[in-house]
């Protein structure tokens, strides 16, 4: 065999292997880190997300496929399927000529319509003629632009000693272009919009066809990037409203770029358009978009840069753009976009989302005050206002914080969504608004004469929006003098504040978030208060119940009450799994539960065991790996894993039929402290190699610390694994923390693989259950009767009056094995019969009087039974 030949057998081998294991992985929501209501609308759209989801066993998303769910720019998309709640209970003011007019305005200036007209818009500036070359591809005004193959030289910035940003002319003609045929006229009549952060005519301009390929192998590139590289000319970094028009501008390109399958992956470049190192106490947001490095431009200074996908997002000073120029019909408020946007960032950065209130009899609302410890527009009676809350006949929470920037912003983003009213001065923070909680509502105390800003942002969010109206009592420290010309300025000076006055528009915030449907629908499922609860209750089970029966009821309800599993009401599941959990804590521990038997709740928490935090669903439930879609590890950061040990775990049908509990014993290897020192903490880092005279390549490189050195030291282990009823073959209990070690971060998980044994009865399809039973001629042909045992040892009685051939089957309802996902429903039990004819030879006589008794003529059919004929 030549081996031109000996490589295609190779190759195609290769191919069916991975197509084999694309076809067998099982869909996992982790891989996309996606809120909820975010993976419903991405597998509605994505019919090759939703078969992958459909064909795993566990997918907890399978009874939402094909129910048309969308985001709300597709073009089969109907509105009441889509992402956004918007809605116009105010007057447009003139603004357009009818209700349905007025919410379609507002769908298209600041929600989901403002993406549709954007991809609608877009049109094709430099098209490729053949496989391989290049294309650009932007919408109206240049705002946003995407290519494949595009070249951009930057040789010319060595030149530029001083740090710049918002320069338009880091390109010049020919500095940016691709193999492709160029419509020089479309976009010269685009490039309109000449300003840093208004559109992308100031770079996209100077775009020209090339006459070489662009690709890893061009000699016109000194550099090849091959990950889709977001190319950001971004906003004021110290000025979170001002930032977050990039954040937010940025996720809704995801959205403008089109739907496909890695549209939310973190596995991308970011660029940014300027020499300066990036800097900002909001930079963890990042995060939520790139798992690299950021770049800037000194990081290809002096080379020519080729890139497989580039992508020119939508920009934060955008003429009628998002969300700094937007502007807004009258009496519209609750984009879609921008609850998307927020649920997304708090998602993506693992801020635990509130679903409980305080464990009172009488829930109090929460307010924050965020104070604002500068030169101007600081509040001079600050702290008559926190008192005069606090002693409030409403028995608000009151909490005072001042959000510097050394202050965590992932802890700052924790603080307000634990907040009902948030309350601050113009300027404070109030952009921290974007991520409250849907039924918050937010005080701007003083808008300063900026009378739309925060205001609009509100109503664009969909939060409730107060402020002070009633100038006689408000107290200017002076009448404030702007900075550069010395005239009167209201943001430039501070501000007393009448108490009654600021309580009165307090108490009517509270009426909003008391009156609002998500705070009472959390209202309405408040746990019962300590030592009311009875944990033999939430479980189900006697007082006399054995630790495996509170282990297996417990299973049982954890599966039906997570929250994952019980999306329309995620409140109420997630009080009633806190219970569950609980219960389960105190009654799996023999001390724990002969206290709670002796005294109730309050003995178990006065001995310290009743709420240490700890999950019982992630040690017990989450080890055994059901696929639910919650971190429950949130807020931490990600660390390195060890790989998983799979292993078969070989069980019988009785087990499987009834359920069990077995010990197996592990050995574990463990790292223990050791001599000497070890590289740790290895990273990598963006180097440049020279490859030839003038020629470049960026790479990454492995950085590494010195850390104390370990060894790996055998431990044994005994593990208890619960077999579950109606578990198949191929189902997996995941025991966390028992895999291969990793010597920089955390143990993978030891997963044991379900696989049945071979039984001498019973053949298992399914839910159903296959046996054979051999019986004599003569019952065959009179009729009889007969008693199966079955798995757990009762009996199945089968009785027959017909005649019954060699292969007849029936099939008994009920008696099969009981369904994994309910245990309550049994599939069927199907009996094949087998006839044994006598070995012995009959008597002429004999025969005889079988032919007269039988009265049945020859029948000599001869026929291919094979194909069924």
Not at 73 to 93: F, I, M, R, V
Not at 127 to 146: I, W
Not at 833 to 848: C, G, I, W
């Amino acid at each position: 065999m030549s081996m031109e030949a000996r490589i295609t057998i190779f190759l195609s081998q290769l191919i069916s292997v991975l197509i084999l294991k694309e076809i067998v992985c099982e869909w996992s929501p982790e891989t996309l880190d996606l809120p909820h209501s975010h993976l419903t609308r991405f597998l509605n759209t994505l019919t090759d997300e939703a078969q992958k989801c459909h064909s795993s066993n566990n997918c907890i998303y399978k009874n939402v496929l094909d129910t048309g769910l969308c985001w709300g720019y597709e073009t089969n998309c109907p509105q009441h399927l889509g992402y956004s709640n918007a809605h116009c209970p105010g007057d447009h003011k003139g603004w357009v000529s009818s209700k349905n007019q007025q919410l379609q305005t507002f769908i298209n200036q600041a929600d989901f319509g403002f993406v549709k007209q954007q991809i609608l818009s877009k049109t094709t500036m430099c098209e490729p003629t053949a496989d391989g070359e290049s294309l650009l591809e932007c919408s109206s005004y240049l705002q946003f632009c995407s290519g494949k193959n595009l070249y951009l030289d930057f040789r010319d910035l060595p030149a530029r000693k001083e740090s710049f940003r918002y320069k338009m002319d880091v390109l010049k003609k020919g500095q940016i272009g691709g193999k492709c045929k160029l419509d020089k006229s479309r976009l010269h009549s685009e490039a309109t919009h000449q300003s840093p952060l208004q559109s992308w005519a100031p770079e996209i301009q100077h775009f020209e066809e090339l006459s070489d390929m662009v690709n890893e192998e061009s000699q016109i590139c000194d550099v090849f990037i091959d990950k889709p590289t977001f190319i950001m000319k971004i906003d004021a970094t110290v000025n979170m409203y001002h930032h977050f028009c990039d954040f937010f501008n940025l996720y809704t390109s995801l959205h403008v770029n089109g739907t496909h399958s890695k549209m939310f992956s973190r596995d991308i470049n970011i660029l940014i358009w300027e020499t300066y190192t990036y800097h900002s106490n909001f930079g963890i947001t990042w995060s939520a978009f790139t798992q690299n490095p950021l770049m800037n431009l000194r990081t290809f200074q002096g080379k020519r840069v080729c890139f497989r996908e580039a992508l020119f997002p939508l920009l934060p000073r955008m003429i009628f753009g998002l969300y700094y120029n937007t502007p807004i019909v009258w009496g519209c408020k609750e984009s879609g976009l921008f609850h998307a946007f927020s649920k997304f960032i708090l998602h993506r950065l693992k801020i635990p989302k509130r679903t409980a209130i305080d464990q009172v009899v009488k829930p109090k609302i929460k307010i924050l005050l965020l104070s604002r410890n500068t030169q101007y527009r600081r509040i001079l009676n600050e702290q008559a206002l926190l008192d005069a809350l606090r002693l409030s006949p409403r028995q608000y929470s009151v909490k005072r914080v001042e959000f510097t920037h050394e202050t965590d912003f992932r802890h700052q983003l924790r603080v307000i969504q634990d907040t009902d009213i948030f309350i601050g001065m113009h300027g404070a923070g109030l952009t921290h608004l974007l991520f409250l909680p849907d039924w918050a509502a937010v005080f701007e105390l003083y808008n300063c004469g900026d009378e739309h800003c925060y205001a609009d942002l509100a109503r664009l969010r969909g939060i409730h929006y107060q402020t002070w109206t009633n100038h006689v009592k408000l107290q200017p420290q002076d009448e404030g003098h702007h900075p550069s010309d010395g005239g009167p300025h209201a943001k430039f000076t501070n501000y007393s504040f009448d108490k009654e006055e600021f309580l009165r528009i307090v108490d009517l915030a509270a009426d909003h978030v008391a009156n609002h449907p998500a705070y009472r629908h959390m209202l309405s499922h408040l746990r019962e208060p300590l030592n009311r609860r009875d944990f033999y209750k939430i479980l189900g089970i006697q007082k006399s119940a054995t630790t495996n029966q509170i282990k297996k009821a417990y299973r049982k309800l954890a599966k039906e009450l997570h929250p994952d599993r019980n999306q329309g009401d995620t409140e109420k599941a997630s009080a009633q799994f806190q219970d569950l959990g609980a219960a389960y804590e105190t009654l799996s521990d023999p001390e724990k539960r002969e206290l709670y038997d002796r005294c109730g709740e309050e003995c178990v928490s006065k001995e310290g065991a009743g709420g240490g935090g700890m999950d019982p669903f992630a040690s017990f439930f989450g080890d055994f790996g059901f696929g639910f879609g919650g971190n429950g590890n949130q807020g931490q950061r990600e660390v390195a894993k060890g790989a998983d040990i799979v292993m078969d775990l070989f069980v019988t049908l009785e087990e499987l039929y009834s359920g069990n509990f077995v010990e197996i014993t592990h050995n574990k290897p463990v790292l223990k402290p050791a001599k000497g020192t070890r590289k740790c903490n290895c990273r990598q880092e963006m180097v440049t190699r020279q490859l030839g005279p003038g020629r470049f390549q960026m790479m990454q490189q492995a950085v590494c610390d010195e850390c104390p050195n370990v060894k790996l030291v055998n431990e044994e282990r005994v593990l208890e694994v619960e077999i579950e009823q109606g578990m198949t073959d191929g189902s997996e209990q995941r025991f966390t923390a028992e895999g291969e070690p990793h010597t920089d971060g955390e143990p993978g998980d030891l997963r044991l693989r379900i696989q049945t044994s071979p039984h001498s009865v019973f053949e298992r399809r399914g839910d159903d259950l296959y046996t054979n039973v051999t019986i004599s001629l003569a019952d065959a042909l009179a009729g009889f009767e007969l008693d199966i045992e079955h798995l757990d040892g009762h009996k199945v009685h089968i009785v027959r009056d017909k005649v019954t051939w060699p292969g007849a089957r029936i099939r008994k309802k009920g008696e099969g094995m009981p369904n994994y996902e309910n245990n309550n429903l049994f599939g069927m039990l199907y009996v094949t019969f087998d006839v044994q004819f006598p070995k012995e030879e009959l008597t002429t006589e004999t025969k005889e009087k079988l032919r007269e008794l039988l009265s049945q003529d020859s029948i000599n059919k001869v026929y291919n039974g094979l194909r069924g004929f």
